[in-house]
Nanobody, 129 residues
Framework: QVLLVESGGGLVQVGGSLRLSCTAS????????MGWFRQAPGKEREFVGAISWSGERTNYADSVKGRFTISRDNAKNSVYVQMNSLKPEDTAVYYC??????????????????????WGQGTQVTVSS
């Protein structure tokens, strides 16, 4: 069992930055890839990005490439997403999730909702224009 708790959401102006954190309980955190997803009102949950268990590999949605950076600290059981150059369309509830894989080898292993076993409760990010 992995319990995930996100923090760091809030209200930010267009072009601003936020850093979200996700802290995990449990001993298996360091063996799992970790992902970030988001869900805007009336829309499906979408993949933002993910990082392998070691932190050596990352994968991002095209919509956030070059603006968002995911990192992790296994000693602190934590994963982060640094979000820069925020846009109104980034407004959503952001979720972290623990993968069933350590380092996915195919696209849906990174981005598919079904590849993730555990989810946090989400944190709201609102980008105002």
């Amino acid at each position: 069992q992995v319990l995930l708790v996100e923090s760091g959401g809030g209200l930010v102006q267009v072009g601003g930055s936020l850093r979200l954190s996700c802290t995990a309980s449990g001993r298996t955190f360091s063996t799992k890839a970790m992902g970030w997803f988001r869900q805007a009102p009336g829309k499906e949950r979408e993949f933002v990005g993910a990082i392998s268990w070691s932190g050596e590999r990352t994968n991002y949605a095209d919509s956030v490439k070059g603006r968002f950076t995911i990192s992790r600290d296994n000693a602190k059981n934590s994963v982060y997403v640094q979000m820069n150059s925020l846009k109104p369309e980034d407004t959503a509830v952001y979720y972290c999730a623990a993968s069933r894989f350590g380092s996915p080898t195919y696209a849906s292993g990174w981005s598919g909702v079904s590849s993730y076993d555990y989810w946090g409760q989400g944190t709201q990010v609102t980008v105002s224009s």
